[in-house]
C-alpha cells in the first residue's frame, strides 16, 4: 500500500535508480524502440498499468521465465528489461486491458519492492555504448547482409523490414530490431 508520498517520490529514485510499476510479461520480450500491442488479464499487472497512467509514469517491462506462471515472484522475472512508456490502453468488456507500449530504454532490475496492489521495482539504466568505429560498421553491414538472406528465407517477415533496418545507425538498436524478428526462442531473446 502506498501513501501519497510515496506515489510522489516513485520515479525519483537514489542517483541512476528509478522506482517504477512492473508489468510481466508472457512470451515476449520488448526491446527499446519496439511499440508493442499487449492484452493483460491479471490484476496486479491492470493496477500497475493504472498507476502508470495516472501518474504519467514509465513502466517497466520485463519478461517472465516461465509464461505458465499465473503469479510471479522475483524469481520468475528476468533482471533485465525495457522501461517503456503507455501510449493508449483500452479496457475490454471481458476485464481485461489491451495497452499499446512503446520501449524506451534497457533497465536492470536491482530489487523488487514488496507492494500487493502492484508489481514494483528498483531500476537502474543500462548505458549502451553505440559508438561506431571502422570495426563496429563492418559487423553491421555483416549482420545487415545475413540478415537479408534469413528475411529472403523466411517468408514470416515482410521485406518492406529490410529497408528499416538497412537505414538504423546504433548497433544497439540494429540488435534489438533483428533480435526482435528472429524466431528464438524467449530465453536466447533475452541474452
Known amino acids: 500500500m502506498f501513501f501519497k508520498n510515496d506515489r510522489d517520490k516513485m520515479d ?37 498499468l493504472e498507476e502508470t497512467m495516472n501518474h504519467d509514469k514509465d513502466i517497466l517491462l520485463a519478461a517472465q521465465k516461465k509464461a505458465k506462471t499465473d503469479n510471479p515472484t522475483e524469481d520468475d522475472i528476468y533482471r533485465v528489461g525495457t522501461l517503456g512508456t503507455i501510449i493508449q490502453l483500452l479496457k475490454l468488456p471481458d476485464g481485461t486491458v489491451k495497452v499499446l507500449v512503446e520501449g524506451k530504454k534497457r533497465v536492470e532490475i536491482e530489487r523488487f519492492i514488496p507492494n500487493d496492489e502492484f508489481f514494483l521495482a528498483e531500476v537502474r539504466e543500462i548505458e549502451e555504448n553505440n559508438e561506431v568505429t571502422v570495426e563496429t560498421e563492418a559487423l553491421m553491414r555483416s549482420v545487415n547482409s545475413t540478415f537479408e538472406t534469413y528475411v529472403k528465407l523466411n517468408k514470416r517477415i515482410p521485406p518492406e523490414m529490410l529497408m528499416s533496418v538497412v537505414t538504423i545507425e546504433g548497433p544497439s538498436r540494429l540488435a534489438d530490431t533483428i533480435v526482435a524478428h528472429l524466431n528464438l526462442k524467449l530465453k536466447d531473446k533475452q541474452k
Open 12 to 48: 525519483e529514485g537514489t542517483g541512476n535508480l528509478r522506482l517504477v510499476p512492473l508489468l510481466p510479461l508472457r512470451d515476449i520480450i520488448v526491446f527499446p524502440h519496439m511499440v508493442v500491442p499487449l492484452f493483460v488479464g491479471r490484476q496486479k499487472s491492470i493496477r500497475a
